[in-house]
């Protein structure tokens, strides 16, 4: 059983920000919506909200081509908000180059299409985890099947943690060009140590890829820091607007790369046969952009920088040792993942005796109660972990310990419907 | 009591009717509920055009499993030719129970496999009313 | 010159609603905007606007794998919006499906790559027309020289239109394997007739692809009527939100492609080593989709079908002819095109002597008149138009008459700059 | 009058100075102005180390033809050393009028080409204030 790390959250701590989400003060069949499924994806402030309106209310224009000045407006939101982006990150030095993409789902199949269709070939493999989502799973699936090249696992261990000397016998085979890894696992909640990893990657000359989906929103996050070639994530997790994701990319690997989709905006120009490449960023964003939610991402960086990443850090970890102590009452409750709540991001995914997950997250739904259930897009890991499917609570910025109360209490009364 | 979670749902999920293997079998069929990634399956005994024996076996919530077990009763003895026809309405009238737009997958499941055993119709049962 | 057309509009036609429009509300550098680049991008409503908002205010969850009301509330609306968007197109049926994309370009890409790369090899041909966007120029040639196949192009007459009978003669040599062109030419402003050019392409054998990013915002389109095999538009141009685009395809040709982008939601089960597809048109939608986006389209066509398309066409059909007759008033002054606006759309591309185009808008964004200079993404049409930019003024459905005779003093005034 | 089209402008752009090829040439480049299609190009001779002649051609709007005029009286005899660095400051001083963020391209295309024949490099001229 997990247990609480010191730093608890007393029961009334928050960061103060509920106010900011407009949806938090709905009643949903006269209950008050607890929200606890930030890690499928977060709720959104007011400020977002507003930034992405205010863009479509009073700037919008296409960008890039435009001379009028609405054009240069729209043009000046847009890249201003890639600029803010980059720099919330770490990556604004021009040694990084920041593309937007609609998820991360978008950005690892980016680069498994434009650089692993040109690098990886018989013979050679790509090393995964046994922890990735489906996104990170399934694109590296089809390009060595389609290249003839070999996908490899790295295996967890039982605290649901990654081993460097097993990382590091698999580069040692030599054979290894790529390495894609999450920052943070959307099932265990484990926290992989991402510059050690990356370190060694380098040190093997192979490439890395990281994704971040369940990091950016949570902790802070300097790409530069990390030492990964290409990061990844995901507007949405991170109180920004759905259809926008973000991938950084060491420009000199990104130079030598072919573009993903091609069409207007990402030439530089068109003969009747071929075509010539804009320069980075534009190279890999075909067509009009989404421009108005890039606009909601960038006021969604500064919104999380003004309340400041290693507060929501503090908060969400003293909340989750605090949810791992209730969750613990429950009996027949098992938590997957790190024991230790400093190990791990705010989400707790577990099974409960007798009850089927679906069954947990629909009971604790009538009592208002946000919670995901199934494999989270995990099939490869479920599979590891003996499991169909788990229950998963998950904070976010937003989240108090009352809500964890309430949580346990839809858990309790759930339990007893199925123990009649 | 729960509107969904009535005692005969209870009862099928924790007692579930015919289910197991079933050996030998005409005819089989598994899938996944792709929201879930719950697997269930059936095996189908025939004699006479009519579903003689089945077995759903697999594992998913009480709705899924209640609704194959609830089935199981009535599919027995059915004519194939009937079983191939069943819609969601069928389905759904025969659990009781009000099934929201997010449940409704695991309530069709053992239905789809039937249907899909029977006919090898790979299709969602669709509701006609 | 141009010809205006009978049904020419009186100087205060309009469709009455501008209101809905905050956007034109606005007054740049003390002057009223006067927006005419909605061939670019189209401005939006108040109810597109809201739609999106109110979906992030009081709505936002994932879509597709939650149990909790507030998931399902998501799910109603993001499926709720396609249906409608697939009625306003009239491809309900399931004969057709409908794919969320980021735009047009997406739509065409993801047809290159999933329908062409199986389909198209060495000896095949893939035919486009001299008139189209890059977006549907560069992924045939890049998928042309990737297959080996031979990329030719339909040539354009003097009247800016495509001739059937050479169309015919292109298919009669039996190597054409698709033939993709646009609905309307965002340069030309030509209507092409879809029907008669999809049925001659259907009886060869061939697969249709039809851009109709610049024909959906602006009259009545029914995807089964056009017979076309694929139609793919684009949310931004037609009072939708950016970052949203729409494929509408033949099931049972979709049924038999691979997926485009992998990840999560396009699954059905995925094992180490490969994995199975759900079900259309989830199996091209991977990852977690642009749901707002999706939410503020289907507000845009319920907007666009309570004013009526055909009233929409009418309008500016009736702007067109006037935009043309006044434009034919300024000496020096060519607009490339069919000089009937019975046979255009509401655009005119023009050159004026002795004044680059990025000059003419320059100038006329100083006047606060919103119009796009360069080559309009049409690079291989601007060749062989023989010219290296156009000046273009585009009309929408919020347009009125008063803001031609804006564009029309503007357009004089700057000539009098260049002929001091 | 206009503040962006004043009169040294207009009279650069119509009566452009040191236009046309130059033939024999040492260096040459030529670009696309990637958001309008427009091409310039430049023909350099060199002697001692310095930028003996030169001619601009291609076409463009008034903003980079004048701006290729105007920076070709002043890089005639400037050392090749000295051309290499010149930034994007240089060439707006020298233009004199206010350049948006929209028409920055424009202004710079001239002296871009003029970089890319004297030291290869192809990233736009920085702005150092
Ligand atoms: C005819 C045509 N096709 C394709 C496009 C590309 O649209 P998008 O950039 O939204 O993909 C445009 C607009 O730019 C267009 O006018
Ligand atoms: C670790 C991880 N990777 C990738 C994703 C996919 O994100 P998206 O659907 O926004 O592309 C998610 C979330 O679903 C995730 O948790």
């Known amino acids: 059983m997990p247990q609480a790390v010191s730093g608890l959250a007393p029961a009334g701590a928050s960061l103060a920000v509920r106010q900011d989400f407009p949806i938090l003060g709905r009643r949903l069949g006269g209950k008050p919506l607890i929200y606890l499924d930030s890690a499928a994806t977060s709720q959104k402030p007011n400020a977002v909200i507003d930034a992405v309106a205010d863009y479509m209310r009073h700037h919008n224009a296409n960008v890039h081509r435009g001379v009028y000045p609405l054009a240069a407006e729209s043009d000046a939101a847009y890249e201003g908000a890639r600029t803010r982006i980059a720099a919330f990150t770490g990556s604004q030095a021009p040694q990084w180059t920041t593309v937007f993409t609609r998820n991360v789902t978008e950005a690892i199949n980016l680069v498994a299409a434009s650089w692993g269709r040109a690098n990886i070939g018989p013979g050679d493999a790509v090393l995964i985890t046994e922890m990735e989502h489906h996104a990170n799973v399934v694109p590296w699936q089809m390009l060595c099947t389609e290249r003839g090249a070999e996908l490899r696992y790295l295996a967890i261990d039982e605290h649901g943690q990654l081993s460097l000397e097993a990382l590091q016998d698999e580069l040692d085979r030599g054979d290894v060009k790529l390495v894609s890894f999450t920052h943070v696992s959307n099932v265990l909640g484990t926290i992989n140590p991402v510059a050690d990893i990356t370190q060694r990657i380098r040190t093997a000359g192979a490439i890395s890829f990281v994704d971040g989906a369940q990091a950016v929103p949570h902790m802070p996050v300097d790409v530069a820091t990390l030492g990964a070639d290409f990061y990844g994530w995901t507007g949405h997790k991170a109180v920004g607007p759905t259809g926008i994701g973000v991938l950084h990319g060491r420009t000199d690997v990104m130079e030598a790369m072919q573009p993903f989709m091609t069409g207007g905006d990402m030439i530089a120009s068109v003969d009747l046969f071929s075509a010539t490449w804009n320069e980075l960023p534009y190279k890999f964003e075909a067509g009009t952009p989404a421009i108005a939610e890039a606009v909601g991402l960038g006021a969604a960086v500064d919104y999380l920088s003004a309340v400041g990443m290693e507060r929501v850090r503090d908060h969400e970890r003293a909340l989750t040792g605090y949810m791992l102590t209730r969750l613990a009452e429950i009996p027949g409750l098992t938590v997957v993942g790190p024991q230790d709540a400093g190990a791990r991001s705010g989400l707790a995914a577990f099974t409960i005796d007798g009850m089927h997950p679906h069954d947990i997250a629909e009971l604790a739904g009538r009592a208002g109660v946000c919670i995901r259930a199934g494999h989270h897009c995990a099939q490869p890991l479920m599979r590891r972990l003996g499991l169909a499917a788990t229950a998963r609570a998950s904070v976010g910025i937003y989240t108090e310990a009352w809500e964890i109360d309430a949580l346990i209490d839809a858990l309790v009364a759930g339990r007893a419907v199925f123990e009649d | ?129």
């Open chain 2, 1 to 129: 009591m729960d509107d969904l979670y009535r005692d005969h749902i209870l009862d099928h999920y924790k007692r579930p009717r015919n289910f197991g293997e079933l050996e030998p079998h005409d005819l089989e069929r598994a899938e996944h509920n792709p929201l879930c990634g719950d697997e269930l399956g059936v095996h189908i005994r025939v004699a006479d055009g009519r579903i003689e024996d089945l077995r759903f076996y697999g594992h998913g919530c009480a709705i899924s499993q209640a609704a194959a077990s609830i089935a199981s009763e009535e599919l027995k003895g059915m004519e194939l030719t009937e079983a191939a026809t069943l819609d969601a309405d069928w389905m759904l009238d025969l659990l009781g129970i009000p099934i929201s737009a997010t449940r409704r997958k695991c309530a069709l499941l053992g239905l789809k496999v039937v249907r899909g055993a029977v006919s090898g119709d790979s299709s969602w049962p669709e509701q006609s009313r």
